[in-house]
């Protein structure tokens, strides 16, 4: 098991040899970061902060009524939501694992 000194310290090395750490506290190799030519895979969400309201005001009242029971339909209900207004490259059936998941109609 590594030490916490020895941690920050092999952190304070890869910062001053310019590289950058990954979650698990080891440097990522420069080949991992995508290069110049490869593109550039664009994220865009076209929902709107009051539906998302509506949705939150209606679990959570749901959610007080039948005790917590709702609280797995409310999660459902708010991801579809979420996924339905999320495209990546302009189609939402570009995004992994959304398309099978969202026209399943459960």
């Known amino acids: ?3 916490a000194d020895e941690r920050d ?3 304070a090395a890869c910062a001053f040899l310019g590289g950058v750490m990954n979650d698990q506290g080891g440097a990522i190799a420069a080949s991992s970061w995508p290069s110049a030519e490869q593109p550039v895979q664009r994220l865009h969400y076209d929902g709107t902060i009051g539906a998302l ?3 939150f005001i209606k679990n959570f009242l749901l959610n007080i009524i039948t005790l917590s ?3 797995f339909w409310g999660k459902t209900n708010l991801r579809r939501y ?3 207004h999320t495209s990546l490259q302009g189609s939402a059936s570009n995004i992994p694992g959304v398309a099978a998941s969202s026209s399943s109609g459960s």
């Open 69 to 71: 029971i709702y609280r």
């Open 9 to 11: 310290t092999e952190r």
């Open 82 to 84: 979420a996924w339905s």
């Open 53 to 55: 309201y509506w949705i």
């Open 1 to 3: 098991m590594v030490r």
